[in-house]
């Protein structure tokens, strides 16, 4: 009973550098969501999307870039690490929005050195 | 433009005693709230979740929520909290995003830390 798997669940990275991050889901779910969670500002969305082929900017989109190539995947890519990316990352899905709940993943500890 | 207001950053409590975490939201428009609990290291969870009908919602774990919208809140209580009750808990809302899609605006957190 997998829900949402997200890959890795740390990494450690240069300035500079560059990575994806993997979500997967195993629910059919056609919504799904990228957030960082950073401390005292709960959870910010970065990227959504709502359907396999199709992506929309969230809160805090700048330096990051999303791909929903397959329904279950979910890929968060950063092209240039920078500091302030230092964040816990959390992808979340969901059957619909509004009034569907989201499941989400444990997160990716992610540092930028 | 909706928003998320939890009232307290920290709640200490001793084990067996009553809590109330508190959440406050601005919204012109009806609202759907909920309540999610992080326990370390782990993602956010499901507690309960506020609709429609009753005001007063229950949830996992022994908690309840009363949603009252005179004063825009939807806060948390439990009648009795145990150690296993410590973690985070984070109040959200529904908003509407640009394209027409309903997102989840959250809270800053509570984090709750129940002492022996």
């Known amino acids: 009973n997998a829900g949402v798997t997200q890959t890795p669940k740390f990494r450690v990275l240069k300035t500079g550098q560059s990575m994806t991050l993997l979500c997967a889901q195993d629910?059919?779910?056609?919504?799904m969501y990228w957030y960082r969670q950073d401390p005292g500002m709960g959870l910010r969305l970065i990227h959504y999307?709502?359907?396999?082929?199709?992506?929309a900017k969230g809160e805090v989109p700048d330096g990051y870039n999303v791909s929903r190539l397959k329904k279950q995947n979910f890929l968060l890519g950063l092209e240039s690490a920078a500091p302030s990316q230092t964040s816990v990352y959390f992808c979340?899905?969901?059957?619909?929005?509004?009034?569907?709940?989201?499941?989400f993943g444990d997160g990716t500890r992610l540092s930028i050195l | 433009a909706q928003s998320v207001t939890q009232l307290d950053s920290q709640v200490p409590v001793f084990e067996e005693a009553p809590v109330e975490l508190r959440c406050n939201y601005s919204?012109?428009?009806?609202?759907?709230l909920f309540w999610y609990v992080q326990y370390p290291n782990q993602g956010l969870q499901l507690l309960l979740k506020?609709?429609?009908?009753?005001?007063l919602v229950k949830g996992i774990n022994g908690f309840e929520a009363e949603f009252n919208k005179s004063q825009t809140s939807f806060h948390l209580r439990k009648p009795s909290v145990h150690i296993s009750d410590t973690a985070e808990y984070f109040c959200?809302?529904?908003?509407?995003?640009?394209?027409?899609?309903?997102?989840?605006?959250f809270g800053a957190g509570t984090r709750l830390a129940v002492h022996p």
């Open positions: 979340a899905s969901s059957y619909s929005a509004g009034i569907q709940p989201q499941h």
């Open positions: 629910m059919n779910h056609e919504y």
């Open positions: 999307s709502v359907g396999e082929g199709t992506t």
């Open positions: 919204s012109s428009v009806s609202v759907y």
């Open positions: 506020y609709l429609s009908g009753s005001t």
């Open positions: 959200a809302v529904t908003a509407m995003f640009s394209g027409g899609y309903n997102k989840l605006i």
